[in-house]
């Protein structure tokens, strides 16, 4: 990711406005879009306008980026300045005469963006400034607290020059000063959304990105290596593995489980499973739009849990496609009561747990296979989730089968090996608030009665 043009201050006061616009309209060029001359006229003004703002001796260490790309929102920011102590995010609205709140939200979009997801914003402020060239002019209002992203300022174009010495005063000198060229370099990784993971899995250029989430965080890559491993090590010696990928809510699990089904084992014929309904009709559908899937190959890696399930139970000698399954939610699998009840809207097919039939489905195969159980940790809410120990109990009766897991998820035995690159502990989701999940999870360890993720997985966790 870069911005379509790059220049220090001084630079950019070499150049005239219809220069910078020109040079804007070739990078626009080549991306194969359509330059309309309102588009032109609008980069002509915004450059003019910058020029009165940015004649001040201030400045001239600063470094000016045009059209700024942020992947995750599918838009650019018009034009950042880099100083020595902020990254200043600019919207520019030619012409307008008002502040609308539409346009505040869009700069501070922004700049939360960016301090999220770019590796550059982490020890400086993000500060998002929306320009109305011809709106009132504002006083300045500085914040209490300089750090993170403060609420988007309103300036108009005569103020603009102002307010850029206001808010530099107003942060003061940092006890280390930003350099523009480490924070142009700096990974810009944001996190996808489920259909935005599967399709960029599908497209083999964009899959690396899908798993460098967060510039700052331990990315998916040391788990997906793990589960790798182990899927390996159960064809190289023909065993029969279930992986469990613990984690806090929001750590990426699911976007693990992804990466498996649609990156690394592409070609291998995985299978994702899941029991939320309505997100295997959407994927599906999402990934034989944008990726031009054929849908039996989308019916194929992407499945129903409950269908699965319910298919090779009424096929006792049918063996499944997928050597790998990747059970999504694994900590909601059903127990025995639940699988086998009847309801109004369906005749139950099954007579043991879920993950009992999933292991004895799986065991048709002549040699190796793989489970890799995807759990959140206390997250086994509703009437018959059997949580980890229903899993922990399957394995123990099953001795061709083994498991590994993270240390601390399940107590020792025979049968199971310990891998902590398994436990993902980084939440991906919630950015802004990394401290949250963690927190919980300690509550819910430390809660009087409770040796575990939950009631139910007493057995299988160690105590506390």
Same mark, same amino acid.
């Given at each position: 990711m870069r911005a379509w043009l790059e220049l220090s201050v001084p630079e950019f006061f070499a150049l005239s406005a219809e220069d910078v616009a020109a040079r804007l309209a070739y990078s626009q060029a080549g991306r194969h879009a359509t330059l309309e001359l309102t588009q032109r006229n609008a980069w002509v003004a915004m450059a003019q306008g910058l020029r009165e703002a940015l004649a001040m001796p201030e400045a001239e260490a600063w470094t000016l980026l045009l059209e700024y790309d942020l992947l995750r929102l599918e838009k650019r920011i018009d034009a950042i300045l880099l100083t020595d102590r902020a990254t200043l995010v600019l919207e520019w609205k030619d012409r307008a005469a008002r502040f609308l709140p539409g346009d505040l939200r869009q700069v501070e979009d922004y700049a939360l963006d960016l301090h999220d997801f770019h590796g550059g914003c982490r020890a400086h402020p993000v500060v998002p400034l929306l320009v109305a060239t011809d709106g009132p002019a504002t006083p300045f209002e500085p914040p209490l607290i300089w750090q993170g992203v403060p609420p988007p300022m309103k300036v108009n174009r005569r103020q603009l020059g102002e307010r850029l010495r206001e808010v530099m005063a107003a942060i003061g000198t940092p006890a280390r000063p930003m350099i523009a060229a480490e924070w142009v370099a700096a990974p810009y990784r944001p996190v996808p959304n489920v259909l935005e993971a599967a399709s960029m899995l599908f497209d083999r250029h964009r899959s690396a990105a899908m798993v460098e989430a967060r510039a700052d965080a331990s990315n998916l890559t040391r788990t997906t290596d793990a589960i790798l491993r182990a899927i390996a090590d159960a064809r190289a010696s023909g065993e029969r593995v279930v992986i469990f990928v613990t984690g806090i809510p929001g750590a990426g699990k699911t976007l693990c489980g992804l990466n498996i089904v649609f990156g690394a084992l592409?070609?291998?014929?995985?299978?994702?499973?899941?029991?939320?309904?309505?997100?295997?009709?959407?994927?599906?559908?999402?990934?034989?739009?944008?990726?031009?899937?054929?849908?039996?190959?989308?019916?194929?890696?992407?499945?129903? #849990?409950?269908?699965?399930?319910?298919?090779?139970?009424?096929?006792?000698?049918?063996?499944?496609?997928?050597?790998?399954?990747?059970?999504?939610?694994?900590?909601?699998?059903?127990?025995?009561?639940?699988? /086998?009840?009847? $309801?109004?809207?369906? #005749? /139950?097919?099954?007579?043991?747990?879920?993950?009992?039939? $999933?292991?004895?489905?799986?065991?048709?195969?002549?040699?190796?296979?793989?489970?890799?159980?995807?759990?959140?940790?206390?997250?086994?809410?509703? $009437?018959?989730?059997?949580?980890?120990?229903?899993?922990? /109990? #399957?394995?123990?009766?099953?001795?061709?089968?083994?498991?590994?897991?993270?240390?601390?998820?399940?107590?020792?035995?025979?049968?199971?090996?310990?891998?902590?690159?398994?436990?993902? $502990?980084?939440?991906?989701?919630?950015?802004?608030?990394?401290?949250?999940?963690?927190?919980?999870?300690?509550?819910?360890?430390?809660?009087?009665?409770?040796?575990?993720?939950?009631?139910?997985?007493?057995?299988?966790?160690?105590? /506390?």
């Open positions: 592409r070609d291998s014929g995985a299978a994702f499973l899941t029991g939320n309904a309505p997100l295997v009709a959407v994927l599906r559908e999402d990934l034989r739009r944008r990726s031009g899937e054929r849908k039996d190959r989308a019916r194929t890696v992407l499945q129903n #849990v409950h269908r699965f399930l319910e298919h090779h139970v009424l096929r006792p000698a049918e063996i499944p496609e997928a050597r790998v399954i990747v059970f999504d939610e694994a900590q909601r699998a059903w127990d025995q009561d639940q699988a /086998s009840r009847d $309801t109004q809207r369906r #005749v /139950s097919r099954l007579s043991l747990s879920e993950p009992a039939h $999933t292991l004895d489905i799986m065991g048709r195969h002549g040699g190796w296979c793989a489970i890799v159980a995807l759990i959140g940790q206390g997250q086994e809410i509703n $009437t018959g989730e059997a949580g980890l120990e229903e899993w922990a /109990s #399957v394995i123990a009766q099953r001795p061709e089968w083994r498991a590994v897991a993270a240390p601390g998820r399940l107590l020792a035995q025979p049968w199971l090996t310990e891998d902590p690159a398994l436990d993902l $502990t980084v939440p991906m989701r919630s950015v802004r608030h990394p401290q949250g999940a963690p927190w919980v999870d300690a509550v819910l360890r430390a809660m009087p009665g409770r040796r575990g993720g939950s009631r139910r997985s007493m057995a299988a966790f160690p105590s /506390s």
